[in-house]
């Protein structure tokens, strides 16, 4: 499976999600300046971008929490996602 696209949340920040179930904050010119685990992520997402970006409004976020759920899902269902070293695909 081809690596996921950055789902950008504004000209200067984008998240990307890795097969280890890991999100990642890239800022433009900067590379990586945060993670998190996407099971983590999925209470505190507004908290995780707002720390870096207070502008961020809730549209926004609501928009990245989709692309990362249909991410997921995608990973999950080809066997590209792993936890703990298991191949968490849905059966």
Do not use: W
Not at 35 to 63: G, K, Q, T
Not at 72 to 79: L, N, Q
């Amino acid at each position: 499976m081809t690596k996921f696209e950055p789902i950008q949340i504004n000209q200067q920040y984008s998240i990307t999600l890795d097969e280890i179930g890991q999100v990642t904050l890239q800022q433009t010119d900067v590379g990586c300046v945060d993670s998190m685990s996407y099971y983590y992520l999925r209470n505190d997402l507004p908290l995780f971008i707002c720390r870096h970006d207070p502008s961020a409004n809730l549209r926004v976020i609501h928009d990245v929490m989709v692309q990362l759920d249909t991410q997921i899902a995608t990973m999950s269902e080809c066997g590209c996602l792993k936890v703990g070293g298991q191949n968490v695909a849905m059966r």
